[in-house]
């Protein structure tokens, strides 16, 4: 974000009249707490502050100015100073209500519009790898119209799932954790691993391997969280077909080529971790939410699949597809932070991936671009350049291109798939091909000799 929106003394005199309050009984507190977050704080330590006070709340614990001093740890110096500054700058007097809620409005109203900002420059960005027209203009309109939803008077009456996951997946909590994968190349490029309360969006063509990468990502999660159980939402494939692939992951090679050792032996690591299935038929978003939320009470879950995003139903009432999806996608988002897992969403993309020299899809790509690519932590495109390149470099090739990343960089991964397996290679294993160039010719007669001569 170039231009910064945010008034430092506003910040500094919300909290302090929230700590001059500090009753979590209070009626202005209450109504406070419900409609800003820790995002609705420009600076970090005023969001970390925040935090803590929030905490305490949610808690139905005092918030005052000395008990929140009691809550930050000694270690924390700069939050220790910032703290001090707060309440040496209030006045020590109670907040007066109309007062107090016109700060409110004023600090939703800062942060509404770094949102807007935050969507307007993201669709550029995406517009730039755009190169038919159409498609750019109605992406554009559809964005401009996104942006236009959303107002202060929106956001005053209550809390955006996407805010929250925002604020949490920004780094400026401290209750997210970092949940490694038992693949040491994919925790390098993710800097150690997956981020909790999370959404991953894995994006490829039909055919291209998007179910056997979900269980082999779902796997490497599921393989290092000791205790907790992993959740798969199969729309298309039957139970049994999931294991299977599963197994075959595991053994390095298809289930039906197992032979009785080899299969014992993946069984016994599958089993390692809690793993429930299921294929609902009528893919409807609140059974998907209420049957997690369900299992989460039984069993911690650490991996949540839904395969795919498009399959999944939702009864709510919309004028367009795309504000269905992307509240879809919004409410994972917001699912993945409730029951502090990874929700992994598959989805389909459209045949302008194909079009174009990089064939990884882009998010726009996506048929439920608008909602995956804006709510989701991390953005996968998926590729197996060998379904539409013959030359023998790309054979087992699969492409990861991470197109999103909150946290970090954006990245290129290459795997070895081959028979329903994945395989992780050394660096530097798949080389691309040398273009052949045409041999210059140094010298070319002037004169031809005719037919006969």
Not at 72 to 82: D, P, Q, S, T
Request: hydrophobic content about 35%; glycine content about 6%.
């Amino acid at each position: 974000m170039r231009v910064p929106h945010h008034c430092e003394e506003l910040e500094i005199q919300v909290l302090g009249d929230l700590m001059a309050i500090g009753n979590p009984q209070d009626l202005m507190a209450q109504k406070a707490m419900l409609q800003i977050t820790p995002k609705s704080f420009y600076k970090p330590l005023s969001a970390e502050l925040f935090a803590l006070i929030r905490k305490s709340f949610q808690k139905s614990e005092p918030f005052g100015f000395m008990d929140i001093f009691a809550n930050i740890g000694a270690e924390k110096m700069a939050l220790y100073e910032h703290q001090t500054r707060v309440m040496g700058d209030h006045t020590g007097r109670a907040p007066i209500t109309e007062t107090f809620e016109y700060h409110i409005q004023r600090l939703i109203s800062l942060e509404t519009a770094r949102r807007n900002v935050a969507i307007l420059e993201d669709s550029l960005d995406q517009a730039y790898s755009m190169t038919d027209p159409v498609e750019l203009n109605s992406f554009l309109r559809e964005s401009a119209k996104e942006v236009c939803q959303i107002d202060s008077g929106e956001v005053s009456k209550g809390v955006y799932q996407d805010e929250i996951i925002d604020e949490l997946q920004s780094g400026k909590s401290d209750e997210q954790t970092l949940m490694p994968t038992s693949s040491e190349q994919l925790n390098s490029l993710l800097g150690g691993g997956f981020m909790s309360e999370s959404l991953i969006t894995v994006a490829g063509a039909a055919g291209v391997g998007k179910t056997g990468f979900a269980i082999w990502l779902m796997d490497s999660i599921a393989s290092q969280q000791e205790g907790k159980q992993a959740i798969f939402f199969s729309l298309e494939m039957r139970p049994s077909e999931i294991v299977k692939r599963l197994l075959g992951i595991k053994a390095g090679k298809l289930y039906s080529q197992q032979n009785y050792n080899e299969r014992t032996q993946a069984i016994a690591e599958v089993l390692r971790y809690s793993l429930k299935l299921y294929d609902y038929k009528n893919p409807d978003l609140d059974f998907i939410l209420t049957a997690s939320k369900l299992d989460a009470a039984k069993q911690p879950i650490s991996v949540i699949v839904v395969d795919y995003l498009t399959l999944v139903t939702n009864r709510g009432s919309f004028e367009r597809n795309d504000l269905r999806q992307a509240d879809i996608t919004t409410k994972f988002a917001w699912l993945a932070a409730d029951l502090d897992c990874v929700i992994i969403a598959l989805s389909q993309v459209n045949r302008g991936a194909a079009s174009g020299e990089d064939h990884c899809p882009q998010p726009h790509h996506a048929a439920d671009s608008s909602g995956s690519h804006r709510s989701s932590h991390i953005w996968l495109g998926i590729d197996r350049p060998e379904t539409y390149l013959d030359d023998p470099c790309y054979r087992d090739q699969f492409v990861i291109k991470c197109r999103k990343n909150r946290t970090g960089d954006h990245f290129e991964h290459i795997m070895s798939f081959n028979s329903g397996t994945f395989r992780e290679m050394p660096y530097g294993y798949f080389k691309k091909p040398e273009k052949k160039v045409k041999p210059e010719k140094i010298f070319e007669p002037s004169y031809k000799p005719h037919h006969g001569q």
